[in-house]
């Protein structure tokens, strides 16, 4: 019989600041990989039926690698997948960089690399079939802020606006934070309800984001 679906996504809430760590396991062969290390390992240890395949890092910022040590010495098999540029991970013996659109099975599942820089240098989403896993690049309501040393809002408007927006408008997004009005969205719905995704070129996007960052509250 030809399961209806092909995976199931677990999403897990908590860590830092309501970050997501999601479980995403192949219905036909069972492998599981894990996306982030942000919530710790008893929090997600229930999801996994075995050791699982791999982590895929969204990008090196803190509290998304917050519990990647303490997962590589609970899962001696698993291998670490991620930007070629991170430094932070380099040190990592089993760290396996990805090249930008660079295609990869897990079990059965056929994800995509694409290189998201802007929010942080080595951000990466992941796309599998209608969905992505964006990291901090875009979330629900709004894109990634750029604030940290390594940030660029040329790179993030170009990552979003050329590189996930041109994306089919049914795509799912399941992003690293728990910031938006629910936990996941499509991008055609997302591109209704965020001023950030509605800019009519850089400039535009400049400005919005300035006034995006004058008018924030913390949390928001
Ligand atoms: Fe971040």
């Known amino acids: ?45 229930p999801f996994l039926r075995d050791q699982p395949g791999a982590i895929l ?22 291998i670490i997948l991620g930007h070629p540029d991170s430094s932070e991970f380099l040190k ?12 990869f099975k897990i079990g059965d599942l056929p994800f995509a690399a694409i290189h998201t820089p802007g929010h942080y240098y080595d951000s990466i989403c992941y796309q599998l079939d209608s969905i992505l896993f964006t990291g901090d690049t875009l979330f629900v309501g709004r894109t990634g802020r750029v604030i940290s040393i ?9 990552s979003v606006y ?28 997302n591109i209704k309800i965020s001023h950030l995704l509605q800019a009519r070129n850089l400039k535009n996007f400049q400005q919005r984001m300035e006034q995006y960052e004058k008018n924030r509250t913390p949390g928001s």
């Not at 690698?65 to 098999?77: C, G, R, S, T």
């Not at 390594?150 to 170009?158: E, F, N, Q, T």
């Not at 997004?173 to 009005?181: A, R, V």
Request: glycine fraction near 6%; charged fraction near 20%; proline fraction near 3%.
């Open 150 to 158: 390594k940030s660029d809002i040329a790179d993030l408007y170009d």
């Open 162 to 189: 050329n590189k996930i927006l041109t994306m089919d408008g049914n795509t799912r997004i399941y992003p690293g934070h728990d910031y938006g009005e629910k936990s996941t969205i499509t991008l055609k719905e």
């Open 57 to 78: 890092i969204t990008h090196s910022h803190g509290d998304h690698i917050a519990h990647l040590d303490q997962y590589i010495e609970a899962f001696p098999k698993v």
């Open 1 to 45: 019989m030809i399961p209806t679906t092909d995976f199931s996504i677990r999403s897990l809430c908590g860590g830092y600041d309501q970050n997501f760590s999601y479980v995403v396991t192949c219905t036909r062969t069972g492998a599981q990989l894990i996306i982030d290390a942000a919530v710790g390992i008893k929090q997600i240890s």
């Open 92 to 103: 990592i013996k089993k760290f396996k960089s990805l090249k930008n659109n660079q295609l």
